[in-house]
């Protein structure tokens, strides 16, 4: 193609045979060989061999012939806002056949395009759009350049989807059109041009001619090469030599440095908390022994209680009353008038082998000696006391016997 050819004399000898790159050329290249068309908001496309201009910009329009691209439309996610005066950096995440992340992209967005936020309409710049962009990249030859060689042109997707007027239609609807009129891509040869009417940077596609024989030798050979199916797979910053990552994947992939001290206490965290089990199981035990302890002198109280329960039950007489304690107060006199009980009704002090006359029957039943209240004891065998008569009631009892006998 003359008008991209870095040759000023354009009267080439017909006898001239292009050679291609040398292994001294390649050996200072280091590999950097990736070419590819680059388009502009200026409405000018610029030629690119690893990342660097080559040649003069063009306005406007070129012709080309394509010989390549990939089944189905492609996708490119850039997180960051393009900004061209900042340094070049790889997509964030991208898919070659817009339906799965390819492995290896720094900043994967989601397992699947579908299932991806990105992919979602108004979730691009200003509500609008897709932040997930559909892309063609397809690989191209020069028109009127006899070396053949490929280049990758990345068509974006405003220049890809919508309706064309005549000859003139984005590049899908571009594509439907040659089909339908029995034409192939790859055998005619495209106009390439940016749409003056449109309000943002737009392309159309339109063809021009048939290729001749020539050009079909220099289609079928470019197919056949390897270098030209890997430009339609990697993306427009790796076809520069981009390896700068994303800010995205790089704010990921540093992480605050793991602080050593938190594992150790929490080692030691938990040992204070075995050491607390173990003092608590410790005083629980005590506490066991101190149970124990009191249980066992409660049987030995109770033991002690049933002793004198059993000497008690072995002395059929009553125990004699206890002295009378010495803050206690007097008993009150028996009020005058008071009709004097018989002797014969009067109880007897318990005492072993006597009984009450037996003769009196028709005597008043004597007035019952108060029973003192039974001493609580620990233990469930204790057994209360022998009731016990006041001693005050006793010595008028046993007054009142003595009267009898003198009257008799």
């Known amino acids: 193609m003359a008008n991209i050819s870095i040759f000023t004399d354009p009267n080439l000898p017909a006898n001239v045979t292009h050679r291609g790159v040398s292994a001294l050329t390649k050996s200072i290249t280091s590999g950097l060989t990736m070419r590819r068309i680059q388009t502009n908001t200026n409405g000018t496309f610029r030629r690119l061999i690893g990342g660097e201009q080559v040649g003069k910009a063009i306005r406007g329009e070129f012709n080309g012939i394509i010989v390549a691209l990939l089944p189905k439309v492609s996708r490119t996610f850039y997180e960051e806002t393009y900004d061209p005066s900042a340094t070049p950096t790889l997509p ?36 609008k759009g897709r932040a997930c962009r559909f892309v063609r990249r397809v690989a191209l030859l020069l028109d009127g350049d006899p070396k053949g060689l490929t280049y990758q ?24 059109y040659l089909i339908a009129n029995d034409h192939a891509l790859d055998y005619v040869v495209t106009k390439i041009a940016y749409d003056l009417e449109a309000d943002t940077m737009q392309m159309n596609f339109t063809p021009v001619r048939p290729i001749t024989d020539e050009e079909y030798e220099l289609v079928v050979a470019a197919q056949t090469d390897p270098e030209t199916q890997r430009l339609i797979q990697i993306t427009v910053a790796e076809a520069d030599g981009v390896v700068a990552e994303p800010a995205g994947a790089v704010a990921a992939k540093v992480k605050p440095k793991a602080d050593p001290t938190p594992e150790p206490k929490a080692k030691v965290k938990a040992a204070q908390t075995v050491k607390e089990q173990l003092k608590a199981a410790a005083l629980a035990a005590q506490d066991d022994d101190d149970d124990d302890a009191v249980a066992e002198d409660d049987d030995e109280v109770v033991e002690e209680t049933d002793e004198v329960a059993g000497d008690d039950d072995d002395e059929e007489v009553a125990p004699p009353p206890p002295p009378a304690p010495k803050t206690r107060a007097a008993p009150a006199p028996k009020p005058k008038g008071a009709p004097k009980p018989k002797a014969e009704a009067a109880p007897a002090p318990a005492k072993k082998g006597s009984a009450f006359d037996d003769d009196d029957d028709d005597g008043e039943e004597a007035e019952e000696a108060p029973v003192a209240a039974p001493v609580r004891r620990a233990g469930p065998k204790a057994k209360a006391p022998a009731p016990k008569l006041k001693p005050e009631l006793a010595d008028v009892i046993s007054d009142w016997a003595s009267s009898d006998d003198d009257e008799d």
Request: glycine content about 14%; charged content about 15%; hydrophobic content about 25%.
């Open 153 to 176: 042109f990345n068509i974006p997707s405003k220049s890809l989807f919508g309706k064309g007027e005549g000859h003139t239609h984005p590049f899908e609807s571009y594509v439907q």
């Open 92 to 127: 964030d995440c991208w898919s070659n056949d817009g339906v799965t992340p390819e492995d290896g992209v720094p900043n994967l967005q989601a397992s699947s395009c579908a299932a991806c936020p990105n992919n979602v309409k108004g979730s691009g710049e200003n509500g």
